[in-house]
Every structure is written in structure tokens, then in C-alpha cells.
């Protein structure tokens, strides 16, 4: 049985170690206020990322794979595409994501399945997300010419616990369906509650933490895409104050294992 590990690097940002491989996570590498708020969000004139990333680019791009849940500019940047070595194995959600990272150079580039897709023993499986209430947020993503979907993801492996990250989601259906069928052990939620300007949230917010906790009260569940882009509207210290047992709130440059 091998340590599975979670390292918190920023935002959606993480370094998993699974099966003693390790799988970088939604790289968003840019230094501290180099963009623009969303102008679709919240708090627009915030500048994002508010915080530096707590280790050199370096150390965070030394792994064996990485996943890019979607293609969205608080998720992957051109810091990370310069600094990724181009032959990795680079996974996504789909053949329009595919292209897009192969435009960008990248020469093994593969999409999750539903079914799963197996990598070096370890069995991957796509899972479904509501980046925001389907019927509101998606057309507001299509008017400003962002995609809408986002994946979440199941790692599964014999000699290791069943990890689950959600993703860029609210807590839905679609979830609940991934928790029912997985049944994971340990689960990432991306939790700071951003919101767009007609005040819907577009990932967990408080209430959200309060669902998934309660509904998988066997699972230690890790909150994740903290303190870091101007549309937030949940800290790190509002999640520690639910005082929710299975909830864990890693800092940035934090590593949980399990």
C-alpha cells in the first residue's frame, strides 16, 4: 500500500501522488496580480492571482502526468504551458480540450473516459460537473465565449484508496451520482463559493460543504481553490469555522497524506 498524497500548491492547483506516480492538477503557474478580475464575476477590480505560488515553477512541473480539468484561464496559463515538459502524458475532458493543448505543442495528449482510462496501472475516470446551475451559467459562458464544462475525476488503483476530485462543480446531481457509484475515500472540492455578477455561484460555497460533508460522513474531504481569485466569496477560515469533522483545509504548499 502506497501513501496517497494530496499537495496543495494554489487555487485548483494540486500535485497528487497516486500510486507513486504524481499528477499535477489545473496549473495555473502566473505570478501574483498578473491578470484582470473576471469581468463576468464579482470583485472584478481585484487583480488574481492574490497570492504568489509558495514553491518555484521548477519543483511543481516535476511529475510523471497532468490533468487539466478544464480549459479555463484560472486553471491553466501560458506560465504553465512554457514550463511543461511537451512529451508528458496530458490529460483532459474532451477532444475540443485535446485540441486545444495539442495547439499548444503538447505531443500525448488524452481524454478521460466515462469508462475510465487506465495510466501505469492506475484506472481514471471522468465524472460530470455543473460549473454553475447548467440552464443559468451556461449560456452567460457561451456569450463570453468560455466553454461551460468542466470534469471532475476518479482515481482508482488496487493498492490504493479511491480518491475523488470534483472539479470546478456545485454540489448537484451529478455529484451525488459520482459519491453513490465510487463511494471514494477521499475527495477533493474546489470551495471558495465564486460568483458571477447575477449572484449564482460557479463552484461548492458554504451550503455546498455542508451537503457533501454530511452525505459522505465516511469520506475525509479536502477544500481546495482557496483565498486565490477575485471572484471568491468563501475563505479559508468560513470553511474551518463550520467546524465540519471530515473537512480538512490545507494551506498553500500544505501535503496531506493518507
Not at 59 to 72: C, N, R
Not at 104 to 133: A, M, P, W
Not at 190 to 210: F, H, P, Q, W, Y
Not at 221 to 246: E, G, P, Q, Y
Amino acid at each position: 500500500m502506497s501513501n496517497l498524497q494530496i499537495h496543495q500548491i494554489r487555487n485548483a492547483t494540486i500535485i497528487i501522488t497516486y500510486n507513486n506516480k504524481r499528477f499535477l492538477v489545473d496549473p495555473w503557474l502566473m505570478p501574483k496580480d498578473y491578470m484582470a478580475g473576471f469581468d463576468a464575476g464579482i470583485n472584478s477590480h481585484i487583480r488574481q492571482p492574490r497570492v504568489e505560488l509558495p514553491i518555484s515553477i521548477e519543483k511543481i512541473v516535476d511529475v510523471d502526468a497532468v490533468i487539466l480539468t478544464h480549459y479555463h484561464p484560472d486553471h491553466w496559463d501560458e506560465f504553465a504551458e512554457k514550463a511543461i515538459n511537451k512529451n508528458i502524458p496530458f490529460f483532459v475532458q474532451s477532444e475540443i480540450d485535446k485540441e486545444l493543448i495539442q495547439n499548444s505543442g503538447f505531443k500525448d495528449v488524452r481524454v478521460i473516459s466515462v469508462n475510465g482510462t487506465d495510466f501505469e496501472g492506475i484506472n481514471l475516470y471522468k465524472t460530470n460537473c455543473q460549473h454553475g446551475k447548467r440552464e443559468i451559467i451556461k449560456p452567460i459562458c457561451e456569450q463570453a465565449g468560455m466553454p461551460y464544462d468542466s470534469m471532475g475525476i476518479v482515481f482508482k488503483s488496487e493498492n490504493e484508496k479511491t480518491l475523488y476530485v470534483a472539479g470546478d462543480t456545485i454540489w448537484c446531481e451529478e455529484v451525488k451520482e459520482a459519491l453513490d457509484k465510487y463511494n471514494p475515500d477521499v475527495i477533493v472540492t474546489n470551495s471558495c463559493g465564486a460568483t458571477v455578477l447575477n449572484g449564482e455561484r460557479i463552484i461548492m460555497n458554504l451550503d455546498d460543504m455542508k451537503e457533501i460533508s454530511s452525505y459522505c460522513k465516511n469520506s475525509k474531504i479536502i477544500a481546495s481553490h482557496m483565498d486565490t481569485v477575485s471572484h471568491l466569496t468563501v475563505t479559508r477560515d468560513d470553511i474551518k469555522n463550520l467546524k465540519l469533522n471530515n473537512v480538512l483545509v490545507p494551506d498553500d504548499n500544505e501535503i496531506l497524506t493518507f
